[in-house]
């Protein structure tokens, strides 16, 4: 089926079509270049502000994975924020390849590479101290997650403390994502292959990975 976005020409105009249509909950773009909508199925992003190219494959991969799956069990509410984003985020971060294929010059896109704001985020995390371990990692379910970034505009402690979560979710997300696919020559890729499969039936719980 048609897989839908809308592209605005700038931020400014999206701004003022979601000014304009208050009941249909657009996202505020503050901090974000783009978003997938799950209730709508659509994808929406606007020229002129992040690497668009990088937003569309993380994002495309929340809207490609809910197309994919969500007749298979899998529904937002049930995914796994520490795996959606962290493979949203393996995805977002590629480089364009030109190989010749029966004669003729093509791009290839080759998903995968080291992202270093997220890694400098990562380090961060960990030189100040506030790096979640793990197990603490895998237990954020998506209310809490969607519930922090909320959260995040209010300032003061509990706002602080949002934000922490959120970039506990994309930075170290993305670290174990990248470990679990890359470390050891691909040991750990058999099981989290497992426990992505298990993701796409609804099964994305913190002890489904401890099993994997």
């Avoid at 995390?125 to 959260?151: H, M």
Wanted: net charge neutral; aromatic share 12%.
């Amino acid at each position: 089926r048609p897989i839908r976005v809308i592209m605005f020409d700038d931020v400014r105009t999206y701004n003022s079509h979601r000014e304009a249509n208050p009941d249909k909950k657009y996202a505020d773009s503050a901090s974000i270049g783009g978003y997938y909508q799950p209730n709508e199925q659509r994808l929406i992003m606007w020229r002129g502000g992040m690497d668009i190219r990088s937003v569309l494959f993380h994002e495309g991969t929340h809207m490609l994975v809910h197309y994919a799956f969500s007749g298979k069990g899998f529904t937002p509410s049930k995914q796994t924020p520490w795996l959606q984003e962290g493979i949203a985020e393996l995805f977002a971060g590629h480089k364009v390849e030109t190989v010749e294929i029966d004669g003729q010059k093509r791009k290839r896109y080759v998903l995968g590479q080291f992202l270093p704001m997220r890694y400098g985020q990562y380090r961060m995390l960990a030189q100040t101290g506030v790096l979640s371990p793990v197990k603490d990692l895998v237990r954020i379910d998506n209310y809490t997650f969607e519930t922090a970034k909320k959260d995040q505009e209010k300032g003061g402690p509990e706002g602080l403390a949002a934000e922490l979560t959120v970039a506990q979710i994309y930075a170290s997300g993305w670290v174990f994502c990248m470990y679990l696919n890359n470390a050891e020559s691909g040991i750990w890729r058999a099981a989290f292959d497992d426990y992505i499969e298990g993701e796409t039936r609804g099964e994305g719980f913190w002890q489904k990975l401890g099993e994997r």
